[in-house]
């Protein structure tokens, strides 16, 4: 198992920003693709960006795109969500995912993704 450890979230106006942070303890996310999920009340768990191993080819869902920037420190095993111009429609349970692959690929899938963290709560006001 590897323990994913999620912070940052919290509650901000419309406009504002978060950087939401994921990392981990006793291990290295130094050779696994990363991942970004929300879940809203009443909707099913959706894709926000995903990031490989090196940092390069982020890709992002179309909602999120131009706001938000996913990025990585190996050397602090440690992964960012950095959330800019927040809608209300942003409001979500955030969650880090990991995958370990053989070589730097992106996945957008939540079904793809072997670990998990517990979540952290993003609130938009209006």
């Known amino acids: 198992q590897v323990p994913l450890i999620e912070s940052g979230g919290g509650l901000v106006q419309a406009g504002g920003s978060l950087r939401l942070s994921c990392t981990t303890s006793?291990?290295?996310?130094?050779?696994?693709?990363m991942g970004w999920f929300r879940q809203a009340p009443g909707k099913e768990r959706e894709f926000v960006a995903t990031i490989s191993w090196t940092g390069g080819d982020p890709s992002y869902a179309a909602s999120v795109k131009g706001r938000f920037t996913i990025s990585r420190d190996n050397a602090k095993d440690t992964v960012y969500l950095q959330m800019n111009s927040l809608k209300p429609d942003d409001t979500a349970v955030y969650y880090c995912?990991?995958?370990?692959?053989?070589?730097?690929?992106?996945?957008?899938?939540?079904?793809?993704?072997?670990?998990w963290g517990q979540g952290t709560q993003v609130t938009v006001s209006s």
């Open positions: 006793g291990h290295t996310l130094r050779w696994y693709t």
């Open positions: 995912a990991a995958k370990m692959t053989l070589r730097p690929l992106t996945r957008t899938g939540w079904s793809e993704y072997d670990y």
